[in-house]
């Protein structure tokens, strides 16, 4: 029942509100339920029907135009609930007048204000029904619109994560080729990078040259291939053959309505219809097997060997039985003394209401199954992508991890460590880097992440060329023992964090601490790499930063910026319970 709700108030807001459809039906209610009660020939009240319904018509286009003007969506239900209450409740004035211009008398004017009620709700009933109607089937051709769109992309997710791998193969390979290239006439004096020579005193040339390779030449090559790693791929579906060309959406779909709704609307509908036109006793007669009828019309669809023949069968069984029910209903109106056109309304009135609403139900049905359908091809799509280009993806990291860590990191300690480099020490580097660029064309091959790096190694490394102050506390260090996933997180935030401070830190002190604490989602690995410098104004992570995508964060303390990362531990420290500084106790 939500969701009818929902869909009236979509539909009564959404534009469409009066339509072809509406009427149709306006002018099968002119000739049944609203048809004139009037002494006059057949041909006359007739004629009077359907000229009643003819200036209906043109004040509902009317409306139907203002409302497709409108841009808001209140002043459309505004105007579409106004502008049917307005003509719906006129409505019996006008066909009195026809019916006097046709020489029919009309009926007691103490018959007009239940008329007018008469008109107001089995108007509002329809119409309200019809315009969910169109509302949901066109909703659902634009759902299944998107559906093959989206079946389309994911048909076409293997070819493009294998053009992908083409691309990412290429770029490794180009990235690789250009540092080589370069790397040939490192400390030959040949190199010539632009801004690459520090002219703040009297340096080697050939100092200058490594500080140059690494900002230069490596930095870009590894960032290059953490952005194409990061990038999302272009959509472009291609077209399939076997994708269905006609949307199922224009095929109205019948279901078993809600209980109930039938009986209720039909005695909306008729109820100020019968109070004008029937005594007390045909009212509370007529009122009793209209509910009666309902409970057999909406039981018996119910039955469980009825729906165990499937909902085609369920559905027929409820339409016959709306037929049957409104049968007798008419059979009982005649035996009340009706005219023969009173008479036959619930014949023709209850079976075709029975039949908009299992029309409203079976589409609004079909049309949250293909939203579904549609949420979950789409997701399906991402994940194909995704999971098309993950090893793409990994290798990629993997190559910009090792040209910043250990190619731009090695250049930059060689730096510190030779500012005079001889040639031995030129040729041992350039040594390195060669093996480095012969582990990078390879990370196609392997392109899980590696083992790893002793962290102590790491801290060792630095330690001999700059003031480094590590705190690594026994949980911490148990959690580096174990081989605990996280480790080599922390490690590659530990590694990114000292190198960002050396490169863009005028101190050469790094404080680095790794401690486990407690959160309130249980015990985590706490890294912090904590520089002395003033940060830039604005500074912060790469967007296709590694270490972002791991979690870290990099803020401003008053010694100076301040990388951090926290990873959840998965299971407890043996050591107790830390209690973290951002959960005192």
Excluded at 98 to 105: H, M, Q, T
Excluded at 186 to 191: A, E, Q
Excluded at 272 to 287: D, N, Q, T
Excluded at 563 to 573: N, Q, T, W
Aim: proline share 6%.
């Amino acid at each position: 029942m939500t969701r009818l709700f929902a869909a009236v108030r979509r539909a009564a807001a959404g534009g469409r509100f009066v339509s072809v459809w509406s009427l149709l039906a306006a002018l099968v209610l002119s000739l049944t339920l609203m048809a004139p009660t009037s002494d006059g020939s057949p041909t006359a009240v007739v004629a009077a029907g359907v000229a009643t319904w003819a200036v209906m018509a043109a004040a509902l286009g009317a409306v139907a135009v203002a409302e497709r003007a409108l841009r808001g969506p209140g002043a459309r239900v505004g105007v579409v609930l106004g502008g049917v209450a307005v003509i719906a409740a006129t409505r019996p004035f006008v066909q009195d007048a026809w019916l006097r211009a046709l020489a029919a008398s009309p009926s007691p004017e103490w018959q007009l204000p239940y008329r007018i009620a008469t008109n107001l709700v089995a108007w509002l009933v329809v119409f309200t029904a019809i315009a969910v109607l169109v509302d949901a089937l066109r909703s659902l051709r634009e759902a299944n619109a998107l559906l093959r769109e989206a079946a389309e992309a994911l048909a076409s997710a293997g070819d493009q994560a294998s053009a992908y791998a083409d691309q990412a193969r290429a770029a490794v390979d180009a990235a690789s080729a250009t540092i080589e290239r370069h790397l040939d006439d490192l400390g030959t004096g040949d190199l010539t990078i632009a801004g690459t020579r520090d002219t703040r005193g009297p340096r080697d040339p050939r100092g200058d040259d490594v500080r140059g390779f690494a900002a230069d030449v490596i930095r870009p090559a590894s960032h290059a291939l953490a952005d194409l790693a990061a990038a999302e791929l272009a959509a472009e579906p291609a077209q399939h053959p076997h994708l269905p060309t006609r949307s199922p959406g224009r095929v109205v779909r019948l279901r078993v309505p809600p209980r109930f709704i039938v009986t209720v609307l039909y005695l909306a509908c008729l109820l100020p219809y019968g109070v004008r036109s029937a005594s007390a006793i045909e009212l509370l007669v007529g009122s009793a097997l209209v509910i009666i009828g309902g409970v057999v019309v909406d039981g018996g669809c119910r039955r469980r060997w009825v729906r165990r023949r499937g909902d085609v069968f369920s559905v027929g069984v409820f339409l016959a039985a709306a037929v049957g029910c409104g049968a007798v209903l008419s059979l009982v109106g005649a035996a009340f003394g009706a005219p023969p056109l009173r008479a036959v309304v619930p014949l023709v009135v209850y079976p075709l209401l029975a039949l908009v609403v299992a029309a409203c139900a079976g589409t609004l049905h079909a049309l949250q199954v293909e939203q579904h359908r549609l949420s979950g091809t789409i997701a399906a799509a991402q994940r194909a992508v995704r999971t098309g280009t993950r090893p793409a993806r990994a290798a990629l990291e993997l190559a910009s991890e090792l040209l910043h860590r250990d190619g731009q990191g090695r250049c930059t300690v060689f730096a510190i460590e030779h500012p005079h480099p001889s040639d031995p020490q030129l040729g041992a580097l350039t040594a390195e880097l060669h093996a480095l660029l012969e582990r990078v064309r390879e990370v196609f091959d392997a392109p899980g992440r590696p083992d790893v790096v002793s962290l102590d190694a790491l801290l060792a490394t630095w330690s001999h060329v700059i003031d480094l102050r590590a705190e690594v506390d026994s949980p911490a260090r148990a959690v580096f023992d174990a081989g605990s996933p996280v480790a080599q997180d922390a490690y590659d935030v530990v590694a990114e964090g000292i190198l960002n401070a050396v490169k863009h830190s005028g101190e050469r002190r790094v404080d680095v601490g790794l401690d486990v604490v407690a959160t309130g989602a249980g015990p985590a690995l706490r890294v912090r790499v904590q520089s002395f410098a003033p940060a830039a104004a604005g500074a912060q992570l790469r967007p296709a930063s590694h270490v972002r995508a791991l979690g870290a964060t990099l803020r401003s303390t008053p010694q100076g910026p301040l990388l951090e990362a926290v990873f959840p531990l998965e299971e407890r420290v043996a050591h107790g319970s830390v209690v973290s500084a951002e959960h005192p106790r």
